[in-house]
């Protein structure tokens, strides 16, 4: 069974930093892209970046310049540097992958989110 693990989260005064972690666990498992999201309270999920199996990034506009997505493919793992912060970016955040599991299908795979929270 496919777990998804996301630690980092946490109380960052604005200005300051904090870098997520999302390890994902499971035999023989291959992810192909690896996505972070955010939700605010009263807000729809957002897309906030992207990394594809190749190294390929995109960034919502938000956070372009502030935010690096990155990934180690050996470990299954994708990382969320988030630099100067605002309280805008307060939020739970998702770790999404797309993988498969030996022959299985591919599909789509949450973790269970981590909360950020920027004090002005």
């Known amino acids: 069974q496919v777990q998804l693990v996301e630690s980092g989260g946490g109380l960052v005064q604005a200005g300051g930093s904090l870098r997520l972690s999302c390890a994902a666990s499971g035999s023989m498992f291959s992810i192909n892209t690896m996505y972070w999201y955010r939700q605010a309270p009263g807000k729809q999920r957002e897309l906030v970046a992207t990394i594809k199996n190749g190294g390929f990034t995109n960034y919502a506009d938000s956070v372009k310049g502030r935010f690096t997505i990155s990934r180690d493919n050996a470990k299954n793992t994708v990382f969320l540097q988030m630099n100067s912060l605002k309280p805008e970016d307060t939020a739970v955040y998702y770790c999404?992958?797309?993988?498969?599991?030996?022959?299985?299908?591919?599909?789509?795979?949450w973790g269970q989110g981590t909360q950020v929270t920027v004090s002005s």
């Open positions: 999404n992958v797309v993988g498969v599991q030996g022959s299985g299908l591919w599909r789509s795979y």
